[in-house]
């Protein structure tokens, strides 16, 4: 079951904006708007940040966003904190009733 | 606020089973409203969703881990669980329990995760 595609590291310095790419397949990120980002600073739990492809859950600043084209999914991250330093993961729901992550994405705030 | 804690052996040998629970407080297992996973991520590498489970009924698991993956919730206690048997060095991996609540497609509430290590 071969994992979303995600680049390995991103960084920006703080006020700029970001970028996070997710590829998928028809089967999973292309066939459906059930993608979701998650932040996971280091020794923590991840924590839901999008859901849907683009929607915020209550107490996540609207400096995050999310979007879809095609099989690939976006986070961007705009206005950029230190706070913001972590690692990002994508997941799609994938046909069949499973679900795939992507490889994660260290973002470096500089 | 629905809260998740997983418990089990932080050390288990090579071809053994591995076992663990989930204690959901704040929420109920019997709930028709969600659906309770496994996701782990092995040392310095990213998640792997493991399998889910609903109201006790529906399983649904990983391809790549389906024929050594069990799921089971136990409603009296209010507690789900994970067995996967033959475990290999390749297991070793922070164990989350995480729920996903009906028409949500996202993870919503994670535990904080539990080192299990395969080792002798």
């Known amino acids: 079951q071969s994992a979303l595609t995600q680049p390995p590291s991103v960084s920006g310095s703080p006020g700029q904006s970001v970028t996070i790419s997710c590829s998928g397949t028809s089967s999973d990120i292309g066939g459906y708007n059930r993608v979701s980002w998650y932040q996971q600073p280091p020794g923590t739990a991840p924590k839901l940040m999008i859901y849907?492809?683009?929607y915020r859950p209550s107490g996540v600043p609207d400096r995050f966003s999310g979007s879809k084209s095609g099989n690939t999914a976006s986070l961007t991250i705009s206005g950029l904190q230190a706070e913001d330093e972590a690692d990002y993961y994508c997941?799609?729901?994938?046909?069949?009733?499973?679900?795939?992550f992507g490889g994660g994405t260290k973002l470096t705030v500089l | 606020q629905l809260q998740l804690q997983e418990s089990g052996p932080g050390l288990v040998k090579p071809s053994e089973t591995l076992s663990l629970t989930c204690t959901v407080s704040g929420g109920s297992t019997s709930s028709d409203s969600s659906y309770w996973a496994w996701i782990r991520q092995p040392p310095g590498k990213g998640l792997e969703w493991i399998g889910s489970?609903?109201?006790?009924?529906?399983?649904y698991y990983s391809p790549s881990l389906k024929s050594r993956v069990t799921m089971s919730v136990d409603t009296s206690k209010n507690q789900f669980s994970l067995q996967l048997t033959s475990v290999t060095a390749a297991d070793t991996a922070v164990y989350y329990c995480a729920r996903r609540r009906w028409q949500l497609w996202a993870f919503d509430y994670w535990g904080q995760g539990t080192l299990v290590t395969v080792s002798t």
């Open positions: 849907e492809v683009s």
């Open positions: 489970i609903y109201y006790s009924e529906s399983t």
């Open positions: 997941t799609s729901y994938r046909s069949g009733s499973t679900w795939v």
